[in-house]
């Protein structure tokens, strides 16, 4: 049976752990408002890129296209853009995303494709350099970045890029966690080269000719890398609320958590003071009685 002592340190040292993971709840609870109003503001950019895409793709010259748009002819080596925190204490958030992007490795494997994997984030590194190690074929760093700027997404854009004009890799996927509540963050994998536009039904299509100038051709030619850059922005930005969600949840689960171990430990530490207690009047009244 644990002393007095014993349980007053462990009493005090889990209502330690509380507050630290109460001030953490409250940082990630403050970030999250902006992260939240970051990502949602960078969606309707992303979507609308999207359809402006679709839109030139329809009347661009196939034949000469771009391989961001139509890819090199082949699926043989897929690129794994995994992209993770830079720190833990965040719930499942970096293991589901990571979770996701190994299921797909697994079967890309599986139907006799090479994988290769560019990891944004350490945890994400981490998780999977046992197992996956091999193919991991670079490690993006933002372990000093405090704010998610559109130029860190170009930095990694420029990176996926040429490795793409070095023939690579012939298909790329992003892996992020879309950020839909404080409880739900998706986990998501998007196409990005070449990338996969959305089928439009007929009479959308026909509700907008337009016409353009420059040439579609040209404009696709500027459009298309910048995309990729727009689309790996918005998957940070997502992720980045999500991680402070996904932390915020965690951090709230534990202080309560802790909570409930103070309170069994009080009860634990109220009764075995009394236990002592009366002991003590046990052994006085029996040695009074003695003598």
């Known amino acids: 049976m644990p002393s007095l002592k014993d349980l007053r340190n462990r009493r005090d040292s889990v209502t330690a752990t509380r507050k ?6 409250m940082v990630a609870a403050a970030k999250l408002r902006r992260a939240q109003e970051a990502a949602t503001a960078a969606r309707p950019y992303a979507e609308r890129m999207e359809r402006v895409l679709a839109d030139l793709n329809r009347g661009a010259n196939r034949a000469g296209a771009s391989p961001l748009l139509v890819g090199t002819g082949s699926n043989d080596t897929q690129l794994l853009i995994v992209m993770t ?6 719930g499942g958030f970096n293991a589901n995303i990571a979770r996701l992007a190994r299921a797909d490795a697994l079967r890309q494997q599986r139907e006799g494709r090479t994988v290769k994997i560019l990891c944004v984030g350490r945890k994400g590194y981490d998780l999977l350099r046992r197992e996956w190690g091999r193919q991991i ?14 130029a860190h997404a ?3 854009a420029g990176k996926v890029l040429a ?8 298909v790329a996927t992003l892996y992020f966690s879309e950020f839909k509540s404080v409880i739900v963050q998706k986990p998501t994998a998007l196409q990005l080269i070449p990338v996969k ?23 696709l030619s500027y459009l298309l890398p910048r995309n990729v850059a727009a689309q790996i922005f918005r998957g940070l930005l997502e992720n980045a609320a999500s991680e402070q969600g996904a932390r915020m949840s965690a951090m709230d689960s534990a202080t309560r958590n802790a909570g409930e171990m103070i309170d069994r430990l009080n009860l634990r530490y109220n009764r075995q003071r009394q236990a002592n207690i009366t002991k003590e ?10 003598l």
Do not use: N, W
């Open 85 to 90: 925190a830079e720190r833990g204490l965040c």
């Open 197 to 219: 536009l959305a089928a439009e039904a007929d009479g959308a299509r026909a509700e907008r000719a337009y016409a353009h100038e420059p040439e579609e051709d040209e404009i």
């Open 137 to 150: 074929i670079e490690r993006v760093d933002l372990k000093g970045v405090r704010q998610v700027a559109f």
């Open 154 to 156: 170009q930095d990694i």
């Open 281 to 290: 009047l046990i052994e006085i009244i029996s040695g009074a009685e003695a």
């Open 20 to 25: 630290i993971t109460k001030a953490m709840q």
């Open 163 to 170: 490795l793409f004009a070095d023939g690579k890799f012939d």
